[in-house]
């Protein structure tokens, strides 16, 4: 089996974001990138899904942070890590697009991505490229088990209800939550790899042709519009009381 | 304008409020006619949809199936050319609002919050980056809107009116996903949507053994514990303990999160709360502005001075 895990770098949100100077987009010069966290999820997933002759492949767009996050996914376990190259992409119809030339090079049998990204502002990876590929696809997954060729998900819905879906694979999933928290890799561990393996390479030839939207604004919404701050605890414990909480 | 096509969201045979919610929105926009799709058996609540001119109704199962529901909805809007097409931005919409999008090639806008209909155009606005940043996006229709839920009002969005009817078969699909049952969760110790006072823990609280702080807390408020998802990942926390998207939804009489950053996901599940008390480190974190009240500062040192002080 050939299980392929599609990881994007998004901005970190624990920095503080602010707005370019056209107003259109984020200022990412100071700015700190990281692995999407759903992603890493779903990496965890295929890690605990392979078994010993199995393959998991991870994939990524070139560019900044793309060795950072294909060293650590072969750190983890990953059996090969490619890196797509040629052309850079916008937004989720052009990841599709790109993800979608390799994987049809490939023909796994199960592709696996986190459930969204913090910037997918046309949409979300799995469920799109799937379409766009003609491969069934479920995301919101927190639950997978493969049994031949078929997957048996468990997707989440609102108020802690699930629903169980049987998948003919191959399939796309969009992954909410690994059964297990994603493991740690060490830094040493990472370094060996980045002397000892190196990153595939695939040339991507087509970007697709765009959201068919056009950011018009970016904006911070307007903090704390009715949040009265507090700054000693007397005032704090003065509002519990007002409240008739103690 | 050629009208907007909302595509009613139902679980357990009842329409969900995004459902309404995308009503009201419709309606505020004035582009014309409204249809609703609804699917199986859903059509017989018609009724309750009275902002639609009319209920196209989907035969097929009242079992959300990524591949027949995505198939209908295709099929309602090649017949009834929509120049706007609402889908719920939850878990069943992710996997209706794209294959529909990447089938008819649509543009697609996730995660709106608002819409506004120029005459030539909409201005979307997306909550991204864990609703730290607003994003509009301007496009012409026919285009698929995907709407986060409680941003629109459902009880203005809920009108009881005679629409017209109609119905579509459901077209044929590979039959490649098959819907197996329904799960209902586990009940906890505590149903946090009964209780009146919540402390809600987040990833900031940095690890399972520190969540006692909020238990001490909590002790001297007579409040439950509730809690952000990462904590029910991590396994330190019961899923019947998680607010917002894929947890409950909670109305107490307050709510006071520590170290939560207020991700759109979490504050659906709690913006309705009477008072609301937020405490976080980074004076940006979203969770501010649903907030009534904020402390910007360690969440240890507040509850360690704050348990003092209540003693
Ligand atoms: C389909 C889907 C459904 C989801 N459903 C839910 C859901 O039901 N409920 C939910 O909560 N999430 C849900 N999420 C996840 C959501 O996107 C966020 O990832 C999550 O809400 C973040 O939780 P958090 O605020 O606890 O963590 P973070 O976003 O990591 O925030 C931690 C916060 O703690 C603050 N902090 C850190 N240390 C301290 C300190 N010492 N003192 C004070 N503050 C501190 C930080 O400033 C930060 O703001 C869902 C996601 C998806 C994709």
Redesign the pocket.
């Known amino acids: 089996m050939k299980i392929a895990v599609l990881l994007k770098w998004v901005p970190d ?2 920095e503080e974001l602010e707005v370019d100077d056209d107003g259109t987009g984020l200022d990412t010069e100071d700015l700190k990138f990281k692995l999407n ?2 992603d890493d999820h779903a990496l965890e997933e295929a890690l605990l899904l392979a078994g010993d002759d199995d393959e998991v492949i991870a994939l990524a767009m070139g560019g900044e942070g793309s060795e950072k996050m294909l060293f650590t996914a072969l750190a983890k376990g990953a059996t090969r890590a490619i890196r797509l190259t040629g052309s850079s992409t916008e937004g989720t119809t052009g990841l599709a697009t790109a993800f979608s030339q390799v994987l049809e090079a490939e023909s796994c049998d199960l592709i696996l991505t986190g ?2 990204s913090v910037d997918d502002r046309d949409g979300q990876l799995g469920p799109f490229m799937a379409s766009k590929m003609g491969l069934p696809c479920i995301s ?1 997954v927190s639950e997978v088990s493969l049994s031949g060729q078929t997957a048996s998900v468990m997707k ?1 819905y609102a108020g802690g209800m699930m629903a169980e879906f049987e998948v003919d694979l191959p399939a796309v999933l969009g992954i ?1 939550a690994a059964r297990e928290t994603p493991r740690y890799a060490p830094v040493s561990k990472i370094r060996q790899m980045q002397q000892t393996s190196t990153l595939e390479e695939f040339s991507i030839t087509d970007t697709g042709t765009g959201s068919g939207s056009t950011v018009s604004g970016f904006s911070q919404p307007e903090g704390g519009s009715g949040a009265k701050m507090i700054s000693d605890i007397e005032e704090l414990a003065e509002l519990l009381n007002g409240l008739g909480v103690v | 304008m050629a009208g907007t096509l909302v595509v009613c969201e139902h679980l357990a045979g009842k329409f969900s409020d995004i459902t309404f919610e995308m009503l009201d929105l419709a309606n505020s926009l004035g582009t014309g006619e409204i249809n609703a799709l609804t699917f199986g058996s859903m059509a017989e609540n018609a009724g309750e949809l009275g902002i639609a001119n009319k209920v196209i109704s989907a035969s097929c199962s009242n079992d959300f199936n990524p591949e027949t529901y995505s198939a209908a909805t295709v099929a309602a809007i090649e017949s009834t050319s929509p120049d706007l097409i609402l889908i719920a931005s939850t ?1 069943m919409g ?1 996997d209706l609002a794209n294959p529909v999008a990447a089938s008819l090639d649509l543009p697609l806008v996730a995660y709106c919050t608002g819409i506004q209909n120029n005459g030539e155009d909409f201005v979307c606005t997306s909550s991204l980056y ?1 609703g730290k940043m607003n994003v509009s996006s301007k496009v012409s229709g026919p285009v698929v809107a995907m709407v986060l839920s409680g941003t629109h009002d459902a009880d203005s969005g809920r009108r009881e009116g005679a629409p017209s009817m109609s119905e579509i078969a459901a077209p044929a699909t590979d039959g490649k996903i098959r819907f197996k049952r329904l799960i209902e969760p586990e009940p906890g110790d505590v149903d946090i949507t009964q209780s009146e006072i919540l402390i809600a823990v ?5 690890s399972k053994d520190d969540i006692e702080v909020a238990e001490e807390l909590a002790e001297l408020l007579n409040a439950d514990i509730a ?5 029910v990942d991590a396994g330190w926390m019961e899923k019947s303990r ?6 409950f939804k909670v109305k107490p009489k307050l709510y006071i999160t ?9 504050i659906e ?1 709690m913006k309705d709360s009477a008072t609301i008390i937020a ?4 004076e940006n ?1 979203p ?1 501010f502005d649903v907030a009534h009240y904020g402390v910007v ?4 040192e507040v509850c360690e001075e704050l348990i003092e002080e209540l003693e």
């Open positions: 949100l624990v966290e759903f459930v969204q919101v989440e909410q | 878990s992710y864990g987040g990833r900031g609280i940095g809690c952000s998802r990462p904590l998680q607010v917002g998207k894929s947890g520590l170290g939560i950053s207020g991700a759109p996901e979490h599940g405490i976080n480190s980074d974190a969770i500062e360690d969440l240890f």
